[in-house]
């Protein structure tokens, strides 16, 4: 899953636009480092911070 696609999953944002706003603005970390590419392909245990939440990705949704 894209880190665009996983943040619009959990609810975090609305749109993609949205989502690539907060993105390249720095505002999102993957693994305690900055991440400004939307399609950064997330792997299973990665973890998602974005305004001081954090999540860990277990990997593709089900659904």
Same mark, same amino acid.
């Given at each position: 899953?894209?880190?665009?696609?996983? @943040?619009?999953? $959990? =609810? !975090? %944002?609305?749109?993609?636009? #949205?989502?690539?706003? @907060?993105?390249? $603005? =720095? !505002? %999102?970390?993957?693994?305690? #480092?900055?991440?400004?590419?939307?399609?950064?392909? !997330?792997?299973?245990?990665?973890?998602?911070?974005?305004?001081?939440?954090?999540?860990?990705?277990?990997?593709?949704?089900?659904n």
């Amino acid at each position: 899953m894209q880190l665009d696609q996983f @943040l619009k999953f $959990q =609810g !975090l %944002v609305s749109t993609g636009g #949205e989502a690539k706003l @907060l993105i390249q $603005q =720095g !505002l %999102v970390q993957v693994n305690d #480092e900055i991440e400004k590419r939307r399609s950064r392909q !997330l792997q299973k245990g990665d973890k998602i911070n974005l305004a001081s939440e954090q999540f860990i990705y277990s990997g593709e949704p089900t659904n």
